[in-house]
Structures are given as structure tokens and as C-alpha cells.
């Protein structure tokens, strides 16, 4: 059975990096067949999709955040990560990793998410 | 981007009715159109996929139709266990983007 699980500081102070790891297990991420991406959902809000990466490191970005935001892959440890410097209290979020069926873009394993807070 | 647009955003029924959410797209998104429910402090579950294919695992009462722009998701007898928040989303064009949420509350 697949599993992701997301890991990271759960409190990132304003303007700083945010690091997220997304550890996968019962599966490998060298897939032809799917991405890999990070979703995130401020409290009490809607998803929003940040970004994807392919095993071979192609890579996916919302323009929204694309200045931003870099995503990679390390396919020896089938982790991929999240980084998003420059941080505000807009971007405090429940963060989820999941990953993306190539073919239809659906989301068809998530991890459970990680809360993150930006504060001073 | 493209915009999605869910109706209702909120929704109250009781177990065993039939219920209806509509995902509207802001230009066609011919069928790459997914359907997830998520409960309180737990991640998003896929249920449909491609505008009308049921998700591995889900039970058949939930059903999708549609394509270009108007989508529909219909849960045929609701359980207590489908009182969550749907959204949709669509994968055609980056960025992909969810639409607001529709709220299926207990009446």
C-alpha cells in the first residue's frame, strides 16, 4: 500500500524558507505513470495546487507561486521537496503532498498533511 | 487560469437521499475533471476521475458525468460516512485548479 508522508518545521518565521520533505513508501517514485506534487489549504479555506515534479525532475508550477516555489526529487531516498522562500502569514496552510496520475492529473494518494504557521 | 465553480456551496440532506453538486469550468476542460471529498483534519480522497471513472475502493453510489464545461457529481443514497466537503478540480491546463467547495451538511 502506498504511503506519503509529509515532514517540516510546523512554525516558519515571516520572510524565511519554508523546507517540506514528502517520504514515500510502498511504491517507487521513478514511475513512468505519475507525479508528484504539494497541494496546500489555509485554514478553514479551499485547496490550492502548488506545484508537481516528475521523477526525472521535470517540473510544474502555479505562476501564482512560481517565483517562489521550488520543487525536486531525490529517487535514490523517493523523497521529493518543497521549498517557498519569502513567507507571509498568507502562505500559513495545511501543506499536503500527493501524488498525480500522468495521464488524468488526479490526485490519488495523499499524505495526511503538515500545518504550517508563519509567525514571528 | 482556468476557474472552477461549484453549486451549491452548501448543501444539507438527510441519509438516503439522492444528492447533486455541480462543477462549472470557465472554458472547456473536455473530461479532465476529478472529484474529491474531505472530512475535518484529514487529506482530500479521490473518488472520480476523468470527468465519470469511479476511483478504486469507491462505493458505487457515486457517480460523475459531464464534459467541456459543466460537470456533475451525484451520490445516489447518501451515508452518514459522505457528510463532508466535495470539491472538484480540474487537470487539463496548469495551473490545476479546485473549485470552492460544496459543504453536504446532516439535516
Known amino acids: 500500500q502506498l504511503q506519503l508522508q509529509e515532514s517540516g518545521p510546523g512554525l516558519v518565521k515571516p520572510s524565511e524558507t519554508l523546507s517540506l520533505i514528502c517520504t514515500v513508501s510502498?511504491?517507487?517514485?521513478?514511475?513512468?505513470?505519475?507525479?508528484w506534487g504539494w497541494v496546500r489549504q489555509p485554514p478553514g479555506k479551499g485547496l490550492e495546487w502548488i506545484g508537481s515534479?516528475?521523477?526525472?525532475?521535470?517540473?510544474y508550477y502555479n505562476p501564482s507561486l512560481k517565483s517562489r516555489v521550488t520543487i525536486s526529487v531525490d529517487t535514490s531516498k523517493n523523497q521529493f521537496s518543497l521549498k517557498l522562500n519569502s513567507m507571509t502569514a498568507a502562505d500559513t496552510a495545511v501543506y499536503y503532498c500527493?501524488?498525480?496520475?500522468?495521464?488524468?492529473?488526479?490526485?490519488?494518494?495523499w499524505g495526511p498533511g503538515t500545518l504550517v504557521t508563519v509567525s514571528s | 487560469d482556468i476557474q472552477m465553480t461549484q453549486s451549491p456551496s452548501s448543501l444539507s440532506a438527510s441519509v438516503g437521499d439522492r444528492v447533486t453538486i455541480t462543477c462549472r469550468a470557465s472554458q472547456s476542460i473536455s473530461t479532465f475533471l476529478n472529484w474529491y471529498h474531505q472530512k475535518p483534519g484529514k487529506a482530500p480522497k479521490l473518488l472520480i476521475y476523468?470527468?465519470?471513472t469511479l476511483q478504486s475502493g469507491v462505493p458505487s453510489r457515486f457517480s460523475g458525468s459531464g464534459s467541456g464545461t459543466d460537470f456533475t457529481l451525484t451520490i445516489s443514497s447518501l451515508q452518514p460516512e459522505d457528510f463532508a466537503t466535495y470539491y472538484c478540480q480540474q487537470s487539463y491546463s496548469t495551473p490545476s485548479t479546485f473549485g470552492q467547495g460544496t459543504r453536504l451538511e446532516i439535516k
Open positions: 515534479i516528475y521523477y526525472s525532475g521535470s517540473t
Open positions: 510502498g511504491g517507487s517514485i521513478s514511475s513512468n505513470d505519475y507525479y
Open positions: 500527493a501524488r498525480r496520475n500522468k495521464r488524468y492529473g488526479s490526485g490519488d494518494y
Open positions: 476523468a470527468a465519470s
